[in-house]
């Protein structure tokens, strides 16, 4: 029973052992049988925490635009221990967090409409969803904004990105 629940769980897509133990123990198995189940699975392959985090965050990263932190916060509700976790977000830099926040503030800044400030509120907060640092974030639509228009760049031309991070990282 416990590895017909672990065979279709994988069918779907592939799983962490915890997602797995997860299934296995709403579906009241017993520990014992858990332990034996993922221990043999692991040993033939079929379960790698390592190997599931790398093309989760290489999915999510490059399908989602999301940045290391969301990534390591949906790695960690799936059970993924942290050291594995953290070597599978070291493939995500600083240059390509920075390239992927732009790609998503250029193709969100087609469709804007609004004031600049408005506009630049609205970007801002949409990375800020998706993880990114308030620093990146900030810098990405500043840039953007600058290269949009002339009443859009005036305003970016005003904005402080320094100042603004600052405001945004410091806890009341």
């Known amino acids: 029973m416990a590895r017909e629940i672990c065979i ?15 299934a296995l123990t709403k579906r009241e198995i017993a520990p014992e049988v858990i332990a034996e ?21 290489t999915s999510r990263h490059h399908g989602k635009g999301l940045a290391r932190r969301a990534l390591a916060n949906e790695l960690r509700q ?9 070597e599978a977000l070291e493939t995500v830099d600083d240059d390509a967090e920075a390239t992927a926040a732009r790609a998503l503030v250029d193709r969100k ?5 609004g004031t600049p400030e408005q506009v630049f509120r609205r970007l801002v ?9 308030a620093g990146v974030a900030i810098s990405a639509v500043k840039d953007a904004l ?14 402080d990105a320094e100042a603004l991070t600052a405001a945004e990282t410091t806890p009341d």
Request: aromatic letters at 6%.
């Open 8 to 22: 279709r769980q994988l069918a779907v897509r592939p799983r962490t052992r915890a997602e797995l133990a997860k």
């Open 37 to 57: 189940v993922l221990d043999r699975y692991d040993e033939v392959g079929l379960i790698d925490d390592a190997a599931f985090a790398r093309a989760w965050v």
């Open 78 to 86: 799936r059970g993924v221990d942290a050291e594995i976790a953290s």
């Open 109 to 113: 800044l087609r469709s804007a409409r």
């Open 125 to 133: 907060g949409m990375l800020a969803r998706k993880g990114y640092p």
């Open 146 to 159: 600058a290269a949009r228009d002339e009443e859009a760049a005036e305003f970016a031309d005003n904005l």
